[in-house]
C-alpha cells in the first residue's frame, strides 16, 4: 500500500451553519436547505442525499421559510423580500419586497398558483406566481400580531396562520378570517409568557395541527373551531411540524433535539374510525429542531447544531438497503479546502474570507513526527461586499488565488459575479467575460485558468506576470444547462472534464479546444473525479459509490473499469454513507487510486484482484498477521484506512506526503451554544 | 401470607389472593380475612373470575386441577381434572366454557365439560402456543378476547383467534443506549387495539396496528428506573397503571403521551396491579406481603398485611404486653404480629429514615432487639455498613407509652461500642431494669436509666453503668438468671459469673473444647443451673451452687431456648443435614421429649409463645407444650429448596419463591414443576392425617398460616414451621417407642440422645469415653480457686 507522510491538518476552523427550514419536492424528489447564513442547498433524496446545489448567502439575509413552487424554490426573510433561485444556474433569480415586514414564513398552495407570506406587520399577503416572476395579489385581513406560521388547505381555499396565542383561519376567496383559535399559555410563570403558535399543518379532511411554545401539539376542528385533543411533546417549545402526504404520519420537532412521531391509526384494527396518536420519538440532535420533513421513507431534521439527520422509516421502505440508513450530513459535498501542490499551501474556504497556511515541516521518523516549522497563516483574505464566496482555488505553483462570490443582484442583471485573481497580492483585473464561475480549477502548470460559468460552458484565461487574459470559451455539443459542479485538468494540460448536476460529465481537448467526447451518462451524480497522469483515464466516483473509470483515448470504459461493474463492488463499499470527495494518483505507483470520504482514506490498486461479498473488507490486521507470502493471495485491491475522522480534504502533495484536513465534530459541538438544559436521570 | 394473585370483585367488595395451596378472600371495605377456599392439594397457581358468572372464580394450581369456587359463600362447585400441573389461567368473556391453562411452555385452551358432576376430567386440549414465557403476566388477553397477546423474553405474539394467525414482533436485545429490552408484563386495552408491554429497563411500549408485519407502531414511555413487574388497564381504558420496584404506583393518562399521576411510599416493591370491574378500586401486590387497596381518586384506602417476611435478622420475641410476635418488619422497622389472631398488629418505625427502594444500597436495618420482663422497654440495635468497613450503628431504648399505647424513643446511644454488638438482654428483676450489651469490642457494658443530676429533667435517660471485660477475650454470649441475682458472660470458652449488684465478678466456668455460643439460665425449680452449648458439640448443664459441671452431653447445638413459664430448655440439633428437637430439663440428663427430624435446614430462631390458657394434657410427652407453643424459623438454602418443595408448608411460601425462580433465569425454570415430596416425614404425616383425626381446622388453619415466619435474603430461603399439634406428638412418641437401645441408654443414667442406634461395642466405647469426660471435667472445676 505504500507509506506516505501525512499532514494532519485541524486548524481548518469550518462551522457549518445551522438549519432554519426545510422544503421537500415530492415530485422531483428533492429537498432544500436553508441555513443561518442565508445559503440554500439542494438536496437529491434518491441519490443518498447528495448536495447537489449549493447557492452560497449573503450577510444579514436570514432567511425564515422556504417554499417549492412546481419545480421553482422560493424562499422568504426577516429583511422582508421574496428571494425565486436559480437552480440551474445555483443564484439567486431574484427578491421582491413584499413591504410587510420582517416574513415570518411563507407558503405556496399545492396548485402551484399562489404563495402566501406572513409578515411581522401581521398580514398575510398572497402573491400569485407568474411564468418567470410573481406578482403581489392583495391581503387577507389584517390581525394585531405578526403571523409565525402559515399551511395551506391541500384544496387551496383556505390558510390557517399562526400568531401570538392564537391561529386564525381564513378563507382565501374572501380574505376574511373563519375562526379563531385561541392556543392555551402555559401553566405557572409561563403564564405571562404569550404562547407562539410555531407551526401550523392544515390537513384536508379539515383538521388543523399546531406545534406552540408551550411544547403541545394539537389538533383542532376547523368546521367548529374546536380543540380535538392536545398532546403534552416536550416541556419547551415544538418547533416545526411536517405532516406526510397521504396524511397518515406527522412529525414534530421539539427544542430539545427530539423529534416526535404522530400516527393516523385506527383504534381498532380493521375499523376506519382512526385517530392521531403519538408513537414513536427520535433523538438525533443535540439543540434545537427548527425545521424537520416527512418525506413517507423517511424523517428528515434540522436544526441548531447544523446537521441534517435523514432517520428512515423502516415500515415504509420497500428493501432495506445501505440507501436507507440512518444518515447524518455534517459537511458540504463539496471541496472547502485546495492545495498548492507543488509549494505546500491550502487554501482554506469559509464563507466570508479566506485563509492562506503554509504547511508545518518536520523531521525524523516513527509514528508522530517532531514538528519543525509550525505551520503559518499567510494571508487572511475578507470578500469586499456582503456576498459569501461560491468558489476558490489556489494554483499547483502557489502565485495564484482566485475566488468567486455571489454579488448582490440587481432586478433582472444576471451580471455582476466578480473574480479576483491574485499573485502576492497583485489583485488582477480579470477580463468581463469571466464574469461569473461555478467552478475554478488550474491547469496542472499553472499557466491557465479555467472557469466553469452559465449554460455548462468553460471560459479559459491564460495566466501570465502581467496579468490575465481570457483565451475562449469551451461549450459541450449538446445536453443540459446545468451549472457545473467538478473540473478536472489533466497532468499534461491536454484534458478537461466537467461535470453538471445532470450527471453530465464531458471531456474537452484544450489543444483545440473543443469537446473531446461525453461520458455515458449514469443515473448517479459525480462526486469525485480526476485524470490519470499517465493514462490519462478520467476516474469518476458517484454519489451511490459506484466507481468508474473512462478510456479518454479510446472513448470508453476501461477494462478495470467493466471488471467491476460485472462482479460488483463489496457490501462494505456500498454501505458507506458519505460520498467520495477527491480522488488522487500515485505518481510513484501509477496502478494506486486514492479516494477519501468524511471517515476513511482509501487506496484502490487497480493490479489486485477485487474483493467479493465473501473475502474480508478490512483485512490490513489479517494481512499484518500472515506470513509474507500468504499476504499476497489474501489482499485485495481495497486498502481502507480509518486512522483519520472528520475528514474535510484530502491531498497528494508532490512531495509524495498527504495532507488531510480534518475537522473533529466535538470541536465543531463545543462551539455550538449550550443547548436547552434538560433533567436526566441519575444526574 | 398474601402471596399471590389477586382481583378484585365486580363490586369492589371482595379482594381474592392466592395463598399456597387456598384462595383468601378479603373484604375491601374492613380488609378483613373473611374465609379461605380450600381444597387443592398443591400451590394455587392463578385465579380468574369466572366471565360469565361474576360470583364465582376459577382456580388453578400446580395439583393438575382447576376447581370452581363461589367465593362468597366459600363453596367448592366443580373440579375439573386437567392432569398436568398448572401455571397460570386466563378467562376471557368471549370464550364461553373454555379456560386457558399455561401447562409447561405451553398455552393450551381447555373445553370445560359441562356435566352435573362435582369432579369432571376435561380432556379437550388444543395448544395455542408452545412458547411461552413462565412469567403469568406475560400473558394478556386482547380487546373483546379476539387476540391473546403474549411475549417471551424479546418476543411479543399477538394470536388472533378467528384468523388463527400469530404475528410476532422482535425487539433487539440491548440497543446503543444500554437498553434491556427483555418483555416483562403485556396489558391490553380494553377496547382499542392497543397493547401495552413492561420491560426489564423500566420502559413502557404501546403497541398498535399490529396486524401489519411492516406497518406496526409503537411508543415508548419511560419512568421507571427498573423493571417493571405488572401493567393494568382501568376497565374504561381510560389510564394505565404500572408498578415496580419503587413500590410507586403510576397511573398513565392513557392517549395523552405522557401525563402520569403517582402514588409513592407504598412499603415494598410492587408485584401485582388489578384494577375492580367497575374501575373504583385498585389493588396492589407487595413482594413485603400486603394487600394495598387503593381508591381510584389515587388514594389508599386499605392495606391487607401479611408477616413481612424479609431478611429477620433479629430474634424472636415476644412482646410482654400484646404477646405478639416481634421480629424484622418493613425495612427499618419492627413488626408486632399477633399469633393468636394471625393478624398483623403494626409496624414500629426503628430507623426513622427514609428507606430507598433500589437494590444494592446500604441501608440502616435493625440486627437486634430486646425486651424487659415486663414489656415496658425496649432496646433496638440498628446497623449499617456490614459488608463495608465503616460500620455505623445506633443503640435506641425505648419506652412504652400507656397514652399512645405505643413504644417512643427515650434515649440513642451512637457509640455504645467501639464495635458491633454481638447481643444484648435486659435483667429480668422486678425492681430495677438494667440493659447489658456485649460486643466484638471485648467488652460488656452494663446500661441503667440514671437520674441526670445536671439537667434534672422529668425523663430519665440511659447510661453507661459499668464496663466489664475478661482477659480482653471477645464475648459471645449473655444471660440474666431469672431473678436477676446473676449475670452470665461468656468469653470465648469462659463463662463469667458477674453480680449485678456490686459488679463482682463471683466466678468462672470453662468445659474446653469450643466456644460458648449459647447461654441460659433454667427457670423456677432449675434455676440454679446453666446451661452453656460451644461450637464443639457440648452441652454442659452448670450447677451454680456447686460452681461445678451437673452433666454434659455432646451434641450439637444451634439453638437453645428457654421456655420463660416453665423449667423446660428446647435445644435444636443440627446433624447430618437435618435438625433434632430435644426438650429437657436442666436438673435430669434426659430429654423430656425428642423429635428426629423436625426438618432439613439449621435452625437459628425460636420462641416460646405463651398460650392464652394452660392446656391440661395428660399425656406424659406433650405436657411440655401446656403452657406454651414452640416457634422456629429455619433457613433452607435454595439448593435443598425443590426438595422440601412440595411440602404443604412450601405451598403456604407459595408464590414468593416463584418470584425467586424469576429472578434465577432459565436454568431454573425447571424447578417451578413440582416433584415428589420428600422433606420431613413428620411434616407430610401430619398433612396426610384424615381429617377427623385432626384438631379443629380453624385452630390448625390460624396456625398455619401464623407460622409464616419467612426470610427474604437473596439466596436464603426460610420457612418456619410450628411444632405443637397435638397430633404430630402421637407421631413422635411412637417413633421415640421405636427406638429402645435409647431407651435403655437413659435407664443407665446416659444422656446421649444423638446417635439413637448404636452397636453394643459403640455404646461401651461412648460409655468410656463419657466417663473419663466427667473425670477429667470434675478435676478442672476442683483445681479452680
Redesign the interface.
Known amino acids: 500500500m505504500g507509506e506516505f507522510k501525512v499532514h494532519r491538518v485541524r486548524f481548518f476552523d469550518y462551522m457549518p451553519s445551522g438549519i432554519r427550514a426545510l422544503a421537500f419536492n415530492r415530485d422531483i424528489e428533492r429537498i432544500a436547505v436553508a441555513r443561518m447564513d442565508g445559503s440554500v442547498e439542494v438536496f437529491h433524496c434518491s441519490d443518498r442525499f447528495f448536495q447537489e446545489k449549493i447557492i452560497p448567502g449573503r450577510e444579514q439575509c436570514g432567511i425564515e421559510g422556504l417554499s417549492w413552487v412546481g419545480e421553482r424554490l422560493f424562499s422568504a426573510g426577516l429583511n422582508g423580500g421574496i428571494t425565486e433561485y436559480d437552480l440551474t444556474n445555483q443564484k439567486v433569480k431574484y427578491t421582491i419586497d413584499a413591504y410587510g415586514g420582517p416574513i415570518w414564513t411563507i407558503a405556496g398552495n399545492q396548485q402551484g398558483t399562489h404563495l402566501a407570506v406572513g409578515c411581522e406587520d401581521g398580514t398575510v399577503k398572497l402573491f400569485e406566481v407568474n411564468e418567470d416572476k410573481i406578482q403581489f395579489e392583495r391581503n387577507l385581513d389584517r390581525q394585531k400580531s405578526r403571523i409565525i406560521s402559515l399551511s395551506w388547505h391541500p384544496s387551496g381555499s383556505k390558510i390557517a396562520a399562526g400568531m401570538m396565542d392564537m391561529i386564525q383561519i381564513f378563507n382565501v376567496e374572501t380574505g376574511h378570517s373563519v375562526h379563531r383559535l385561541l392556543a392555551d399559555r402555559g401553566v405557572g410563570t409561563s403564564r405571562s409568557k404569550e404562547c407562539v403558535v410555531w407551526s401550523v399543518v392544515y390537513l384536508s379532511d379539515g383538521t388543523i395541527i399546531s406545534g406552540d411554545s408551550v411544547g403541545m401539539v394539537k389538533l383542532w376542528d376547523d368546521q367548529t373551531g374546536t380543540l380535538i385533543?392536545?398532546?403534552?411533546?416536550t416541556k419547551c417549545d415544538v418547533l416545526a411540524l411536517s405532516v406526510s402526504q397521504n396524511e397518515d404520519s406527522l412529525v414534530a420537532g421539539t427544542s430539545e433535539g427530539t423529534v416526535v412521531q404522530f400516527?393516523f391509526?385506527?383504534?381498532?384494527?380493521?375499523k376506519d374510525d382512526k385517530?392521531w396518536?403519538?408513537?414513536?420519538?427520535f433523538k438525533n440532535h443535540t439543540h434545537d429542531i427548527r425545521a424537520v420533513a416527512e418525506i413517507t421513507t423517511a424523517v428528515v431534521s434540522g436544526g441548531m447544531d447544523a446537521q441534517l439527520v435523514v432517520r428512515p422509516l423502516?415500515?415504509?421502505v420497500e428493501v432495506r438497503s445501505a440507501a436507507s440508513a440512518l444518515r447524518k450530513i455534517h459537511f458540504p459535498h463539496r471541496r472547502l479546502v485546495s492545495c498548492a501542490r507543488k509549494s505546500g499551501l491550502m487554501l482554506f474556504q469559509y464563507p466570508g474570507h479566506l485563509e492562506l497556511w503554509r504547511l508545518g515541516e518536520s523531521e525524523g521518523k516513527g509514528s508522530s513526527l517532531f514538528v519543525k516549522r509550525n505551520p503559518e497563516k499567510l494571508l487572511h483574505l475578507k470578500v469586499k461586499g456582503e456576498d459569501h464566496i461560491r468558489c476558490s482555488a489556489v494554483s499547483p505553483c502557489g502565485e495564484w488565488i482566485v475566488y468567486s462570490t455571489a454579488s448582490k443582484l440587481r432586478e433582472n442583471t444576471l451580471h455582476g459575479l466578480k473574480h479576483f485573481l491574485f499573485l502576492f497580492f497583485q489583485i488582477s483585473k480579470l477580463p468581463m467575460v469571466l464574469s461569473s464561475a461555478n467552478q475554478l480549477c488550474f491547469s496542472s502548470d499553472s499557466s491557465h485558468l479555467f472557469s466553469a460559468s452559465a449554460q455548462s460552458s468553460v471560459h479559459i484565461a491564460s495566466l501570465s506576470q502581467s496579468g490575465c487574459k481570457f483565451v475562449g470559451t469551451l461549450k459541450p455539443k449538446s445536453g443540459s444547462h446545468q451549472a457545473i459542479h467538478l473540473l478536472a485538468a489533466s497532468e499534461d494540460g491536454k484534458w478537461l472534464a466537467s461535470a453538471n448536476s445532470d450527471h453530465e460529465v464531458h471531456i474537452y481537448n484544450l489543444q483545440t479546444r473543443k469537446a473531446h467526447c461525453t461520458v455515458p451518462v449514469y443515473s448517479s451524480a459525480v462526486t469525485a473525479m480526476g485524470i490519470h497522469p499517465t493514462t490519462n483515464c478520467l476516474f469518476m466516483m458517484y454519489a451511490d459509490q459506484q466507481m468508474c473509470e473512462y478510456s479518454i483515448e479510446q472513448k470508453q470504459y476501461t477494462d478495470w473499469s467493466r471488471t467491476v461493474q460485472r462482479k460488483g463492488l463489496h457490501r462494505f463499499w456500498m454501505e458507506r454513507d458519505t460520498p467520495c470527495l477527491n480522488v488522487m494518483f500515485n505518481p510513484q505507483n501509477p496502478s494506486h487510486v486514492i479516494l477519501h470520504d468524511t471517515y476513511m482514506l482509501c487506496i484502490i490498486d487497480q493490479s489486485l484482484p477485487l474483493p467479493d461479498d465473501k473475502t474480508q473488507f478490512y483485512n490490513q490486521l489479517t494481512l499484518k498477521s500472515l506470513p509474507e507470502e500468504q499476504r499476497k493471495s489474501h489482499s485485495h485491491a481495497f486498502k481502507v484506512c480509518k486512522t483519520f475522522k472528520d475528514i474535510l480534504c484530502v491531498e497528494l502533495m508532490s512531495d509524495q506526503s498527504l495532507v488531510v484536513v480534518e475537522r473533529p465534530l466535538e470541536d465543531v459541538a463545543s462551539q455550538l451554544p449550550a443547548p436547552i438544559k434538560q433533567k436526566k436521570?441519575?444526574t | 401470607s398474601l402471596n399471590g394473585k389477586y382481583k378484585v370483585q365486580r363490586h369492589g367488595l371482595f379482594v381474592l389472593c392466592t395463598s399456597g395451596d387456598s384462595v383468601k378472600v378479603y373484604s375491601t371495605r374492613t380488609e378483613e380475612w373473611l374465609h379461605s377456599l380450600q381444597g387443592h392439594t398443591n400451590q394455587v397457581t392463578g385465579i380468574a373470575l369466572n366471565p360469565a358468572n361474576h360470583l364465582q372464580v376459577y382456580s388453578c394450581s400446580a395439583d393438575g386441577t382447576v376447581k370452581l369456587w363461589d367465593f362468597i359463600d366459600g363453596i367448592l362447585i366443580k373440579t375439573f381434572i386437567i392432569g398436568y400441573p398448572l401455571f397460570a389461567i386466563y378467562v376471557s368473556e368471549k370464550h364461553e366454557g373454555i379456560v386457558f391453562l399455561h401447562i409447561g411452555f405451553q398455552l393450551v385452551a381447555v373445553h370445560l365439560p359441562k356435566s352435573a358432576e362435582q369432579e369432571v376430567e376435561a380432556k379437550e386440549l388444543s395448544a395455542v402456543s408452545s412458547h411461552i414465557s413462565p412469567n403469568p403476566s406475560c400473558t394478556a388477553f386482547g380487546?373483546e378476547g379476539q387476540y391473546i397477546a403474549f411475549a417471551r423474553n424479546l418476543q411479543l405474539n399477538v394470536y388472533f383467534f378467528r384468523k388463527q394467525k400469530t404475528y410476532s414482533f422482535s425487539l433487539k436485545a440491548t440497543d446503543k443506549k444500554g437498553a434491556k429490552n427483555a418483555f416483562t408484563c403485556i396489558a391490553c386495552h380494553p377496547?382499542?387495539?392497543?397493547i401495552a408491554t413492561g420491560h426489564e429497563d423500566g420502559k413502557i411500549r404501546l403497541w398498535?396496528?399490529?396486524?401489519?408485519k411492516?406497518?406496526?407502531?409503537?411508543?415508548?414511555q419511560h419512568w421507571h428506573?427498573n423493571a417493571v413487574n405488572t401493567l393494568c388497564f382501568t376497565p374504561e381504558g381510560t389510564n394505565l397503571l404500572s408498578g415496580g420496584i419503587e413500590s410507586v404506583l403510576v397511573q398513565w393518562q392513557y392517549?395523552?403521551?405522557?401525563?402520569k399521576e403517582f402514588l409513592p411510599r407504598l412499603g415494598g416493591s410492587i408485584l401485582h396491579v388489578s384494577a375492580s370491574s367497575d374501575g373504583q378500586l385498585f389493588c396492589t401486590s407487595h413482594s413485603d406481603n400486603k394487600i394495598t387497596v387503593i381508591e381510584s381518586s389515587f388514594k389508599v384506602c386499605g392495606v391487607i398485611q401479611g408477616l413481612v417476611k424479609d431478611a429477620v435478622l433479629t430474634d424472636l420475641m415476644i412482646d410482654p404486653r400484646s404477646k405478639a410476635l416481634v421480629l424484622n418488619g418493613k425495612p427499618g422497622h419492627l413488626q408486632f404480629y399477633s399469633l393468636l389472631r394471625d393478624k398483623h398488629l403494626y409496624n414500629l418505625d426503628i430507623v426513622q429514615q427514609e428507606y430507598i427502594y433500589e437494590a444494592g444500597l446500604d441501608q440502616f436495618e435493625v440486627v437486634k432487639a430486646a425486651f424487659d420482663i415486663k414489656g415496658y422497654w425496649l432496646a433496638t440495635v440498628e446497623e449499617r455498613g456490614q459488608k463495608s468497613s465503616d460500620l455505623e450503628f445506633f443503640l435506641k431504648l425505648w419506652s412504652y407509652d400507656e397514652r399512645t399505647q405505643s413504644f417512643v424513643l427515650n434515649t440513642t446511644i451512637t457509640a455504645a461500642h467501639t464495635d458491633r454488638i454481638i447481643s444484648m438482654c435486659f435483667s429480668s428483676s422486678e425492681e430495677t431494669t438494667m440493659l447489658v450489651t456485649i460486643a466484638e469490642d471485648g467488652q460488656f457494658k452494663a446500661w441503667c436509666q440514671g437520674v441526670d443530676a445536671d439537667t434534672q429533667q422529668d425523663q430519665n435517660f440511659w447510661s453507661c453503668d459499668f464496663v466489664g471485660s475478661y482477659h480482653n477475650l471477645k464475648p459471645t454470649n449473655c444471660s440474666f438468671s431469672a431473678d436477676s441475682s446473676l449475670l452470665a458472660v461468656s468469653f470465648q470458652e469462659v463463662i463469667t459469673i458477674w453480680s449485678p449488684d456490686t459488679w463482682e465478678l463471683l466466678t468462672t466456668l470453662c468445659q474446653p473444647p469450643g466456644v460458648i455460643r449459647d447461654l441460659c439460665f433454667g427457670r423456677l425449680s432449675c434455676s440454679k443451673y446453666l446451661i452453656s452449648t460451644t461450637t464443639r458439640n457440648l452441652l454442659c448443664c452448670w450447677n451454680l451452687l456447686t460452681c461445678a459441671l451437673e452433666w454434659s452431653t455432646s451434641v450439637e447445638v444451634s439453638k437453645l431456648q428457654s421456655d420463660p413459664l416453665s423449667e423446660n430448655v428446647a435445644a435444636f440439633s443440627y446433624q447430618s443435614k437435618h435438625t433434632d428437637l430435644f426438650v429437657f430439663k436442666p436438673n435430669e440428663p434426659r430429654p423430656l421429649f425428642t423429635h428426629k427430624n423436625v426438618c432439613s435446614e439449621k435452625i437459628h430462631r425460636a420462641v416460646f409463645v405463651p398460650r392464652e390458657e394452660p392446656l391440661n394434657n395428660c399425656d406424659e410427652s406433650s405436657q411440655w407444650l401446656n403452657r406454651s407453643q414452640l416457634y422456629f424459623l429455619t433457613q433452607n438454602m435454595l439448593v435443598i429448596d425443590d426438595s422440601v418443595a412440595v411440602t404443604p408448608f412450601y405451598l403456604l411460601l407459595g408464590k414468593h419463591r416463584q418470584q425467586q425462580q424469576k429472578l434465577n433465569t432459565p436454568s431454573h425454570q425447571a424447578a417451578d414443576r413440582p416433584q415428589q415430596p420428600q422433606g420431613s416425614v413428620t411434616i407430610t404425616e401430619l398433612l396426610h392425617t384424615p381429617a377427623h383425626v385432626l384438631p379443629p381446622a380453624s385452630v390448625l388453619c390460624s396456625m398455619f398460616v401464623s407460622s409464616l415466619l419467612i426470610s427474604n435474603t437473596g439466596e436464603m430461603e426460610s420457612s418456619e414451621q410450628e411444632m405443637n399439634s397435638e397430633k404430630e406428638e402421637e407421631d413422635s412418641e411412637g417413633e421415640m417407642e421405636a427406638c429402645d437401645s435409647q431407651q435403655e441408654l437413659r435407664a443407665q443414667g446416659s444422656v446421649d440422645e444423638v446417635t439413637p442406634k448404636l452397636s453394643k461395642a459403640q455404646e461401651r466405647e461412648l460409655k468410656r469415653v463419657r466417663k473419663t469426660d466427667f473425670s477429667w471435667m470434675a478435676g478442672l472445676i476442683d483445681s479452680k480457686p
Not at chain 1, 229 to 233: F, G, R
Open positions: 385533543k392536545s398532546h403534552n411533546v400516527q391509526i385506527s383504534m381498532v384494527l380493521g385517530e396518536v403519538r408513537t414513536r420519538t423502516l415500515d415504509k436521570f441519575a | 380487546r377496547t382499542d387495539d392497543c398498535r396496528n399490529f396486524i401489519h411492516k406497518e406496526y407502531t409503537y411508543s415508548t428506573h392517549g395523552t403521551g405522557n401525563r
